[in-house]
């Protein structure tokens, strides 16, 4: 069976088995960059992500080093012909996401 969404799946897969997160949403917005000069031509369906992902790894490290572990990770998907276009990451701890928590319980 032929997934409909490779690249979101590759991407799920590759995060999931690199930094073992505690959360984990893809976001594929895609559709809302469809009609970009850059995009017109493109043949994939799946080339802006926003993802959102908590994980011990990120522990004792700043945001853009963060950022730079998940773009390595997904190094060859970002330079591929019809890859990723633009990922926005939002990276977080455990401890953070519990913080976060507790301030919006407030």
């Given amino acids: 069976m032929t997934s409909n969404t490779p690249v979101e799946d590759l991407i799920r897969e590759k995060l999931t088995t690199a930094f073992t997160p505690t959360t984990l949403l893809i976001r594929n917005d895609s559709h809302k960059h469809a009609h970009h000069a850059p995009m017109r031509d493109s043949t994939s369906k799946e080339t802006h992500f926003h993802v959102t ?23 060859e998907e970002m330079s591929r012909e019809g890859g990723i276009h633009a990922l926005q990451l939002r990276t977080k701890t455990p401890e953070e996401e519990g913080r976060e928590r507790e301030r919006a319980a407030q």
């Fill in 53 to 75: 992902i908590t994980s011990s790894s990120f522990a004792s490290k700043p945001q853009p080093a963060r950022h730079r572990m998940v773009y390595s990770l997904l190094k």
